[in-house]
Nanobody, 126 residues
């Protein structure tokens, strides 16, 4: 059972950058797909990015348009998401998720992830 803890959220001005972190209680390398989703109040969770079990492949939502980068530090069991050129519409809660047995075709489907962190709020405002 993986436990995930996100951090790094906060207030940032439009055009600014943030790095979110997700620390896992288990070894991620070669075991878990890890991903990030976001969820605004009253809306469904939206896939943002994912990285596969060996960390060799990354996947992104079209909505982030190359502004976000997902990466992983296997020694620290930590997944990062660098967010650049932040926009007002990026304001929401971001969640880190993990799942062991996941086909590539399901990486973008948040309902397929069974382990989630508590979320971290990102607010983009001047």
């Amino acid at each position: 059972q993986a436990q995930l803890v996100e951090s790094g959220g906060g207030l940032v001005q439009p055009g600014g950058a943030l790095i979110l972190s997700c620390v896992a209680s288990v070894r991620l390398h070669n075991r878990y797909v890890t991903g990030w989703v976001r969820q605004a109040a009253g809306k469904e969770r939206e896939f943002v990015a994912a990285i596969n079990q060996n960390g060799g492949s990354t996947y992104y939502s079209d909505s982030v348009g190359g502004r976000f980068t997902i990466s992983r530090d296997n020694a620290k069991n930590t997944v990062y998401r660098q967010m650049n050129i932040l926009k007002h519409e990026d304001t929401t809660v971001y969640y880190c998720g993990a799942e062991k047995r996941l086909n590539v075709s399901s990486y973008r489907d948040h309902s397929q992830y069974n382990f989630w962190g508590q979320g971290t709020q990102v607010t983009v405002s001047s």
